[in-house]
């Protein structure tokens, strides 16, 4: 398969999912990503035991998607940083890196001698790549936050999907929802750095914030609310389109829903009919044109309603199948990791965990030459640490003695 990162060297200094996430899309890639995690520690995401509720690992098994998620196909290097033995180690890394990826406030940036230009001293060349909550400089760049507080409440979207008149504000749905985008984001953008240097255009640095992913992903309402002069009226989702019948969300009999998004009504009322066994409704004088159908919309909506909740969502996927409007499922997450589409291109990846037992995965959604993505495992705590030193040339005298002093695992 095609691995446009071969080749190329990552020190990562991360921990979470925001920023590690870019890490696990370079090495899906192709490129050497070596996690540094603290001799001690670790990453503090593996202290995280239940989301949402639920447990992030089974008792059996070392496979745990909320590390192997944004973990996968990298090396770990258990290393103390702030110990003085640690020091020529990560100067020996970062001289044989392409990129250095980290998402640690400024203030740990400068004590562990890792800011950009630290590293820069080391490396003229290298791409150094930070992720942050809100910005890379100004009163709040070293202001901490994950993508529930900087991406999902700031960066307008819990607002945007709240209804108004709500006792409570609609929490994010899924975790690590801003931070996998915008671990995507900074991977893209590395990806341009790389082509720049190689180009002879210098080594530029990489910035992205989760704020500024969100302000990106929520764009069209946040430059329409500018072009306004203030917020936009809020609006209620549960209310779907009111002037447009077939934009709108249906429940079924069985309590799914069904989205419908068919912004040309006109074009599509007519066979949308025909799928719900009622024809007779295309050559109604209320819905017989695009002007009519959403003049009385509020009509047509109750009518769809009542007929949609007669079949089941089965019964109606089996309806709508090859239909030319645009529609789809509201489906569970259980659901999209069996959907058929993403398992027949190998979206929905297999990897193998430390145990030998295959597992799933969601690949990165870029594919090259069609070819899906080949995943390993996310690495055990420090699982790599003698590995590494010694292709820095370490002996196993120099690997004990660190490790006596605390600065390896």
Known sequence: MFLPMQGVRVVEVAQFTFVPSAGAVLADWGADVIKIEHAERGDAQRGLIKVYGRATASDDTTFAPIMDGPNRGKRS?????????????LHELIRGADVFLTNFLPGARKRLGIDLDDVRAINPEIIYASGTSFAHSGPEADSGGYDGTAFWARGGSADS?????EDHIIQQPVG??????????????????????????????????LLGVAAWANQLNVNMALMAGGPLPKHDPRAGTRTNPLSNMYRTSDDRWLSLV????????????????????????????????????????AILQEEIGRRTKDEWVKAFDGMEGQWAV?????????DPALRAIGQIAEVTDAEGNARRLVANPVQFDRTPAEL?????????????????GLSDEELLNLKIAGAIT
């Open 77 to 89: 290097l258990g290393l103390s940083l702030e110990k003085p033995e640690a020091v020529p180690i």
């Open 161 to 165: 999907i709240t209804p108004p008149g």
């Open 176 to 209: 690590a929802f801003g931070d996998n985008i915008g671990g995507m984001t900074i991977a893209g953008g590395i990806a341009a750095a790389l082509l720049a240097r190689s180009r002879g255009l210098g080594a530029p640095s990489v910035d992205i914030s």
């Open 262 to 301: 068919m912004l040309q009504p006109g074009r599509y009322w007519p066979e949308f009919t025909e799928r719900i066994g009622r024809p007779e409704l295309a050559a109604d004088p209320r819905f017989d044109s695009a002007a009519n159908l959403m003049a009385n919309a509020a009509e047509a909506i």
């Open 330 to 338: 509201a489906q569970t997450t259980y659901e999209v990791g069996h």
């Open 376 to 392: 390993r495992r996310g690495p055990l705590f420090a699982e790599h640490t003698d590995d590494i030193l010694r292709e820095l």
